[in-house]
């Protein structure tokens, strides 16, 4: 899903199809002669790399995406290029990836904190 539309978004699907839509053939032709960015190369950022984070990792690296992660500890894992922890995600959010996902667990916000 989230690899679908990261492709979706590089490729520019959506106003590609919207022009196919108005027959408006040619008018774009820098889309359609691949001025888009290859995945290969780009950095996925994934803010809450568990379980499911690491599945999106695993599958954007086969892309030949570099893969930095956030969790709650900055303990280093397999494929993963960088790993911050929780004191560190100021510097994540900084740190430009090309692209961010989010898999952080649903959680409410209680009156002095997360729970």
């Avoid at 691949?34 to 695993?58: K, P």
């Avoid at 004191?87 to 740190?95: A, K, T």
Wanted: net charge positive; with cysteine; proline share 3%.
């Amino acid at each position: 899903y989230t690899m679908l539309h990261v492709l979706g978004a590089e490729r520019k699907l959506k106003a590609n199809f919207l022009r196919q839509q108005n027959a408006e053939w040619g008018a774009h032709k820098s889309l359609a002669q691949g001025t888009y960015r290859e995945l290969n190369g780009l950095v996925l950022g994934v803010l809450g790399i568990g379980d499911i984070g690491q599945e999106v990792a695993r599958v954007a690296s086969a892309f030949g995406m570099r893969i930095w992660g956030y969790r709650n500890t900055a303990q280093g894992m397999d494929g993963v290029e960088c790993v911050f922890g929780s004191e560190q995600l100021p510097e994540f959010l900084v740190r430009n990836a090309s692209v961010t996902t989010l898999g952080l667990p649903k959680m409410k916000l209680a009156p002095f904190g997360w729970r």
